[in-house]
């Protein structure tokens, strides 16, 4: 059984940064990947990003060049840096634990993005 904690959630100014972090707790051996969804309000979760064990990262076209993954394996977290965030980007972000067969889904942390 894995555990997640989503913070750093909060209201910002388009072209504003924030940093969102997931700590993962529990079984956390042979996890496969980790990452980062987006709800935006009225419309299906999508995904944004992916770290894998080897440390690859991937990203939605969206927020490539924006958003950044990245882990932290002392502190069994993964963050996600959000730059020049823009509208759209508002909404419930989700952090994601791969660890095969099973996925792990943490809360979910509102991002809100004023023009």
């Known amino acids: 059984q894995v555990q997640l904690v989503e913070s750093g959630g909060g209201l910002v100014q388009a072209g504003g940064s924030l940093r969102l972090s997931c700590a993962v707790s529990g079984s956390i051996f042979s996890i496969n990947a980790i990452g980062w969804y987006h709800q935006a309000p009225g419309k299906q979760r999508e995904w944004v990003a992916t770290i894998a064990n080897g440390g690859s990262t991937n990203y939605a076209s969206s927020v490539k060049g924006r958003f950044t993954i990245s882990r932290d394996n002392a502190k069994n977290t993964v963050d996600l840096q959000m730059n020049s965030l823009k509208p759209e980007d508002t909404g419930v972000y989700y952090c994601?634990?791969?660890?095969?067969?099973?996925?792990?889904w943490g809360q979910g942390t509102q991002v809100t993005v004023s023009s």
């Open positions: 994601i634990v791969r660890q095969w067969p099973v996925d792990y």
